[in-house]
């Protein structure tokens, strides 16, 4: 480290970074664990909604599923 | 305001008389040039680049969770941080051996692309061309302005100014037209890039991995009616670049003279192309050159690799004029890369940061700037690379390489062809940029606004790709991931000014080494432990002087348009020293223009 003289550090370098025991977003699994996302990269209603989402999907199957945006 | 420092003596006392401008402010930190000028002569002789502000982002990144360094990275700028997270994204990326899904990629894309927008427009319309104004002209070569004003603008039907004078006037500061245009444009783009990342300029919505943003229709449609929506103040801009740019090689025979250098250019590519991306080292080659902006080095004109893995391997960071101690002695960090390539000491994934702080002297060490060059095989030679502000390098390169195919850009035939469609007033434009003769002012300056065109296009085509891939359904846009305890990785992309790249050391799961190299070394850098000075200094050094006011009056506006060519952000003051210890202050500021100097 360089030689400057500083004061003694108030945190860890890493604190910011995680809390042990918190689920880690980017852990493996994460994707299949989000509801509505579907592992071939498309999505249906539920990516949008909990509320009926089956009413909300595309009335026919050669449909996209598009988010409602 | 910087203390300007007595340089030492000058050799011709009476005729050199010695200027210094400190700090130009950038934004990434403080710049100060000091020059010695032959007004005899009217001619530069002698240039220092300076910075005295130490960031000290490779001292404190040890030890912290590599997944922020995005993040953390992100705030090394106030003006383009967006380009730091996307060059961490990758280099986090070739580290955890993931790449972002197709999506994501378009969506980052077209971000970085509504930031070159945003921040070419706002510094060429609003901080370089202050230097171009009518009040600016006024001041220094009112026989240029007398001129314009008697000469009509060849591009008049595209961007409606009669004379030359009246595009002046048109850039004049909080009055003029294209200024506040532009103020209105930036504030759109800057709309733009928020759809896609989140928030300006430090992305909400970028990690390794992929983006947070949603793929819905609407982000792309708002995206493409604000992208619909400039496409004529682009258009005229090029008009209006070429016209003013031409008339002032015809009224100051010589300028072309003004902030040359040897075309010795680096650009490390953009656009990342989903289809090849796979962010492993082993394959860097193959999809660096699949990039939409190319990477490449040019020397003398000639480009002599488009391979990332050969760039990457070249780079040496050099001190010699550099408030650092030397870390050759040091343990290094990663001895072979994946290829089992031998890595020089030198290079930033060994390096390690000593900083020494210290008196400046012009004599010896005079700057926080390390010296970063590329080490080329050939000839032995560390070559003081420039960005050429950023566009000039990266049209360079996308042009002699060829590489780049797509129907709204295309390189061939050493050109970059441009074509952008109909829009609200203006008909469909092809455009057309070739390597000019010389890598000086004008033409770092012109590359400037063909880029906006390059980015505005290239972002056409990818909203087209994303919209297809969003109509077949695919929402994807995050990859999941585990951070290996031990592993390196690096990042190439171009901020908006230039070369960006990120080279990163993980042990034990946290950050071992980080280094980023931004354009700003690489421009701005010192003299080197050979003695080579930096593209600042070597640009600045011998040219000469066209302003008519004489040294009591002298505003520096060349020297200032030669080192703002090269895109160093804001300039803020301007604290004039005359040799003999008169001191002349000017609190200036030229966003008020000449006048208020």
Redesign the interface.
Known sequence: MAPIRVGEPDVRPDATAHVSGVREGNALGSYEMEPGHHIDGTADARRSTGIRPRDRNPISPSMPNLPPG | MTATEQMRAAEKPGQIVEMAWDPITRIIGNLGIYTKIDFANRRVTECHSTSSLFR?YS??M????P??AGFITSRICGICGDNHTTCSVYAQNMAYGIAN?P?AEWIINLGEAAEYLFDHTIFQDNLVFVDFCEAMVKETNPGVLARAEATASPRAEVHGMRTIADIMRALNPFEGQIYNEALRVSRITREMFCLMEGRHVHPSTL???GVGT??????FTDYLSRLMEILDFVKKAVALNDDLFDFWYDALPGYEEVGRRRVLLGCWGAFQDPNVVDYRYENMTDWGRAMFVTPGIVVDGKLITTDLVKINLGIRILLGSSFY?DWVNEEPFVERDPLGNPVDIRHPWNQT?????QKRDFGERYSWVMSPRWFDERTGDHLALDTGGGPFARLYVTALAGLVDTPYVTASDGAVKISLPRSRTLPALDLRWSPPAWSNTIERDRARVYFVAYAAAMALHFLERAMTR???????T??????PDETIGCGFHEAVRGVLSHHMVVRDG?IANYHPYPPTPWNGSPRDSFGTPGPYEDAVQNMPIFEENGPDSFKGVDVMRAVRSFDPCLPCGVHMYLGRGRTLRTVHSPMFGASHG
């Not at chain 2, 949603?214 to 982000?219: L, Q, S, V």
């Not at chain 2, 995050?478 to 951070?483: G, K, P, Q, R």
């Open positions: 000290g001292v404190f040890k030890g912290k969770d997944r922020d899904p999506m990690y390794p991995g949603m793929p819905e229709p609407t982000t101690r940061t000593f900083p020494e702080p969003l109509r077949s359904g695919d929402t994807r995050f990859t999941d991931f585990e951070v946290k």
